[in-house]
C-alpha cells in the first residue's frame, strides 16, 4: 500500500511535479519574480543562486507562470561543462532551430537570427534561461555575453537569466567574465528557509492532499527542518520518507522518531 493511500491523501504531497498554482509562496520565491519583472523591463542578465535543493528551478518556473503566455516567450536549457559550440548548439535546440552546421560563428549567427525572427513576430518578451549554469567553464563566460548584443549593442531583444550554485558568482567575477557581469542587472540567492517556513511548507503541501488534521508533529516539522538544513529537496525526500515510517508503524501522526529513520536513508 502506498503511503497516500493509507493517510487517503487525494495526491502525493511532496512530488517533483506539483503544479505551480499549488505551490507556496515563499519568500526567496517573491523575490525571484520581483527581479524577473525587472530584468524583463530592461533585458538584462539576472542571476540566482542558492544551494542544491534550496528551489531555484521551482521559484523560476513559478515566476514564469505568472505572466499571460501572451506576454513572454521563454527558451530555456540546462547548461553542461561543454565547449561554447555545445552550448551554442543546445540554444538553438532550445530555440527549434534545424542546425546544419557545427560552426560556432553560424550557429551564434542562426540563434540571433531566430531572436530578431520572434520579436518581429510575436512582439512579446523573450527571456533565455541557462539552468545549472553554474556548469560552464570559464571561457564560456568570456563569450556568452554576445548571444545578446543586437545592432551595436544598442537593442536588448531579450533577458538572460542564469541559474546556478553559489560558484556562479565566483565564476562571473572571473577578469574574463566581466563583460558578462557588467550586464547583470539584478540578482537573488535562495537561502535555506526557516523553521516557521518549514512549519507552513509542510502544512500547506498536506492541506493540498485534502487532509485536514495535523499529520507531522510539531517536533517532528522541527527534525525535518534540522535534517534537511531548510533545504526544500532534502525537506521533501525527508517528509516522504517519514510519512512511510509513521505508516510502517501504523500510526497517524508522524514524529521525530520517524523523520530520524527517514534520514538513515539519505546521505
Known amino acids: 500500500?502506498?503511503?497516500?493511500?493509507?493517510?487517503?491523501?487525494?495526491?502525493?504531497?511532496?512530488?517533483?511535479?506539483?503544479?505551480?498554482?499549488?505551490?507556496?509562496?515563499?519568500?526567496?520565491?517573491?523575490?525571484?519574480?520581483k527581479r524577473m519583472d525587472y530584468a524583463l523591463n530592461l533585458g538584462g542578465v539576472m542571476v540566482v543562486t542558492g544551494d542544491v535543493g534550496s528551489g531555484k528551478s521551482t521559484a523560476i518556473r513559478w515566476s514564469l507562470k505568472q505572466y499571460h503566455e501572451s506576454e513572454i516567450n521563454c527558451i530555456y536549457m540546462i547548461a553542461n561543462s561543454g565547449s561554447s559550440n555545445e552550448l551554442y548548439k543546445q540554444l538553438c535546440w532550445a530555440i527549434k532551430l534545424n542546425i546544419k552546421s557545427g560552426s560556432k560563428s553560424l550557429l551564434l549567427k542562426s540563434f540571433k537570427k531566430a531572436i530578431l525572427d520572434l520579436h518581429k513576430e510575436n512582439k512579446n518578451k523573450i527571456v533565455v534561461i541557462i539552468d545549472e549554469a553554474s556548469l560552464l567553464r570559464a571561457d564560456i563566460f568570456s563569450e556568452l555575453h554576445t548571444i545578446n548584443q543586437f545592432n551595436f549593442d544598442s537593442n536588448k531583444l531579450f533577458s538572460l537569466i542564469l541559474v546556478g550554485q553559489n560558484i556562479l558568482l565566483d565564476k562571473l567575477k572571473y577578469r574574463t567574465s566581466m563583460p558578462l557581469a557588467s550586464r547583470v542587472v539584478t540578482r537573488t540567492h535562495l537561502s535555506a528557509i526557516t523553521e516557521d517556513q518549514m512549519a507552513d511548507y509542510i502544512n500547506h503541501h498536506i492541506g493540498l492532499t485534502g487532509i485536514k488534521t495535523k499529520l507531522f508533529s510539531k517536533n517532528s516539522i522541527i527534525a525535518i527542518w534540522q535534517g534537511s538544513g531548510g533545504l526544500l529537496r532534502k525537506a521533501n525526500f525527508l517528509s516522504r520518507g517519514a510519512l512511510i515510517a509513521c505508516m510502517i508503524d501504523k500510526e497517524e501522526q508522524v514524529t521525530e522518531e520517524h523523520v530520524r529513520r527517514a534520514s538513515t536513508e539519505l546521505i
Open 1 to 33: 500500500m502506498k503511503y497516500s493511500e493509507y493517510f487517503g491523501m487525494a495526491k502525493e504531497p511532496f512530488s517533483d511535479n506539483i503544479k505551480e498554482k499549488d505551490l507556496l509562496k515563499l519568500p526567496g520565491t517573491l523575490s525571484v519574480k
